[in-house]
């Protein structure tokens, strides 16, 4: 069975400041998504990551997957208030033909204060 | 990318009672997929529609509890039945998949008094 887990739940940030969310997976899988979700909404997606090293930046954020480790990471460069949100892993069920029906993990609630 | 309307956006209902789901989407797709996300909670997929095949449900979640229906490649609904207050969620639809992005509708947020 496909597990998702990660860390930290709850992170609280001061502006300026940089911090990494971890993804962790407990089987193979070669899809891999980061989303965003603001309080209220739906889930904006940040990165798909399809491919071991892969690593893909928008902004302040920064994401990577590693394969082999079944890792994933969204590293949070200079922190600005407009990143509070919660963000979620998603990882696709399907090795080798994605689907598109997706695992997530509990999601962490990031809060960045002044 | 693709775009999905969902509706309705929310919702109150009373126990006992059904909510259909509707979610459009823009463009073709052969699957559809159906989430709830309970309150403070991650998001759990409820089923996979195909068109023209009866939808695959999750462990957990039945037929009789969340009949879906897929008539053609832009459209389905999900129907939440017998509504208890544990139902009370918001229900997301999800299109994507072969290395592409995996698109959400806005959601409905349902509440079951």
């Known amino acids: 069975e496909l597990k998702v887990e990660q860390n930290p739940l709850f992170l609280s940030m001061q502006e300026g400041k940089n911090y990494t969310i971890y993804c962790n997976y407990s089987?193979?899988?070669?899809?891999l998504y980061w989303y965003r979700q603001d309080p209220g909404k739906s889930l904006e997606s940040l990165f798909v990551?399809?491919?071991?090293?892969a690593v893909k930046q928008e902004g302040r954020l920064m994401a990577s997957l590693d394969t082999k480790a079944r890792l994933s990471t969204l590293h949070i460069t200079a922190a600005v208030h407009d990143l509070s949100a919660t963000y979620f892993c998603?990882?696709?069920?399907?090795?080798?033909?994605?689907?598109?029906?997706?695992?997530f993990g509990k999601g962490t609630k990031l809060s960045v204060k002044p | 990318s693709a775009v999905i309307s969902q509706k309705p956006s929310r919702d109150i209902c009373q126990r006992g009672t059904s909510l259909t789901i509707q979610c459009q989407v823009d463009?073709?797709?052969?699957?559809m997929f159906w989430y709830r996300q309970q309150p403070g909670q991650s998001l759990t997929l409820i089923a996979t529609?195909?068109?023209?095949?009866?939808?695959?449900?999750e462990s957990g979640f039945v037929i009789d509890k969340f009949p879906i229906s897929r008539p053609n490649l832009t459209f389905s609904t999900l129907t939440v039945s017998n509504m208890s207050p544990e139902d009370s969620s918001i229900y997301l639809c999800?299109?994507?998949?072969?290395?592409?992005?995996?698109?959400f509708g806005q959601g409905t947020r349902l509440t079951v008094v």
């Open positions: 999800s299109v994507g998949g072969w290395g592409r992005e995996a698109f």
């Open positions: 089987t193979t899988s070669d899809r």
């Open positions: 990551l399809l491919s071991n090293g």
């Open positions: 998603a990882v696709d069920m399907n090795y080798g033909g994605s689907q598109g029906n997706l695992i």
């Open positions: 463009s073709q797709v052969t699957m």
């Open positions: 529609a195909n068109q023209g095949s009866e939808a695959t449900y």
